[in-house]
């Protein structure tokens, strides 16, 4: 199993649907979990951090399952402008301080 | 809101040219990064920063790489005689805590 995995997508989506897309990792060690959202030729930003079973913010839900290895993330009501690639992150099992980065899962919203 | 700040936005360079990417990050911030990111491909680590010294590197980082805070605020990238495969899209990013990173809006290296 590769450090971290993504579905490439793209997810076509239309607005005000719920979509949800799934990251695998590898390390059964970590204890913490990222999205980040990257719109083309910008800066990932940070979306939602996932410190236990899961965290809610708004339209979006991540939440993780230890057992199979996986972190969700659920965008409710979506919008356009949630349009973006969507990077899940894990920190590498022997760094307290180094990420391991997925390929991304791109989400396009159409009206 | 404080921000992590890059320059130049865009660098165009020839094969075998050295170049610096400079980076401003946030102030209080302790661990500083560099990240590189490939068109079309995904964020790939290459450098971290604690105390005034590499505190983790990549199998990426090698000699043609090296890394400075030369003035306590300015974080920098040098990059010695560049190949054609190092354009990329060159990122900063600092923490005030563990693992949740800010990030700067890059710095888009054209190596011809």
């Known amino acids: 199993r590769k450090e971290v995995e993504q579905d490439p997508g793209p997810f076509n989506v239309p607005e005000g649907a719920t979509v949800a897309f799934n990251c695998t990792y590898s390390n059964s060690a970590s204890q913490s979990f990222f999205w980040y959202r990257q719109d083309c030729r910008k800066e990932p930003k940070l979306l939602m951090s996932v410190y236990s079973s899961g965290n809610e913010d708004g339209r979006f839900t991540a939440q993780l399952n230890r057992a199979s290895q996986y972190i969700s993330l659920l965008i409710r009501d979506s919008k356009l402008s949630d349009s973006a690639t969507y990077l899940c992150?894990?920190?590498?099992?022997?760094?307290?301080?180094?990420?391991?980065w997925g390929a991304g899962t791109k989400l396009i919203i159409k009206p | 809101e404080p921000e992590v700040t890059q320059t130049p936005s865009h660098q165009v360079t020839q094969m075998g040219q050295e170049v610096i990417l400079r980076c401003v990050p946030i102030s209080n911030h302790l661990y500083f990064y560099w990240y590189r990111q490939i068109l079309g491909q995904k964020v790939e680590f290459l450098v971290s920063f604690y105390n005034n010294e590499i505190s983790e590197k990549s199998e990426i980082f090698d000699d043609q790489f090296s890394v400075e805070r030369p003035d306590g605020s300015n974080f920098t990238l040098k990059i010695r005689s560049t190949k054609l495969e190092d354009s990329a899209m060159y990122f900063c990013a600092s923490i005030p805590q563990e693992y949740e990173q800010y990030f700067g809006p890059g710095t888009r290296l054209t190596v011809t």
């Open positions: 992150v894990v920190p590498r099992g022997d760094s307290n301080y180094q990420l391991i």
